[in-house]
């Protein structure tokens, strides 16, 4: 059996210690009670730490971004590397609301796509893509590992982009490829430090 990792759950006794940053991954909403979280993935060269975000919006909106795909409020900015580059790695995997997952230990990572399932106070959303005539394709990834206990352990996470990143490229983009590219980045960071045949698409 897997156990479904919540926020403020411990994954592991280890720390990460002084590791190669590699990467930040701005934002996934991770579907949890009463209401979803939001974090940022900092990758390094072994370890994936998620980092809990203060919450941006209300539940009710965090939920049909996770449907949408795509923040629906445009007013926060995405971290970067160098806002953790003076935290400790080791204070950030530890710190509660956060959880850190070596990348050793993974199992699998998939990645899964989906129209929303819509109802009636989407209403407006739908009417918004018919008149766009686009599908608001949603990415989510499930990644499960081990545990030092030896349990194993899992966590779906949306890649729900920020407007921030969203609406400069939708003067270019489709909606449906902005998700697209987003997804595909954050699988293709996953790849460059998951152990080989683990990440599945």
């Known amino acids: 059996m897997y156990s479904r990792v919540q926020p403020d759950s411990a994954t592991s006794t280890q720390t990460p210690g ?7 991954i701005h934002r996934v909403v991770v579907p949890s009670e009463p209401y979803p979280k ?39 900015v995405p971290k970067t590397l160098e806002d953790y580059e003076q935290t400790n790695v080791d204070s950030l995997a530890t710190e509660v609301g956060n959880f850190a ?14 129209e929303p399932q819509f109802r009636l106070r989407d ?15 949603v990415y989510n990834f499930e990644m499960d590992w081990q545990t030092v206990s030896g349990s194993n352990a899992r966590s779906t996470f949306y890649a729900v982009l920020l407007g921030a990143y969203f609406k400069p490229r939708r003067q270019t ?7 697209r590219e987003y997804a595909l980045d954050v699988l293709k960071t996953f790849r460059k430090v998951l152990p080989a045949g683990t990440v599945r698409q």
């Open 101 to 114: 997952v070596p990348h050793e230990s993974v199992v699998f990572l998939t990645m899964r796509k989906g």
């Open 18 to 24: 002084s590791e190669s940053r590699l990467a930040l």
């Open 38 to 76: 939001e974090y940022v993935i900092k990758v390094t060269n072994k370890w994936s730490i998620f980092i809990l975000q203060a919450r941006t919006r209300n539940g009710f909106v965090l939920r049909g971004e996770m449907r949408y795909g795509t923040a629906l409020v445009t007013d926060v």
């Open 173 to 179: 983009q489709s909606r449906e490829t902005i998700l």
């Open 123 to 137: 209403l407006f959303v739908w009417l918004t893509m018919r008149r766009q005539g686009e599908t608001f394709q």
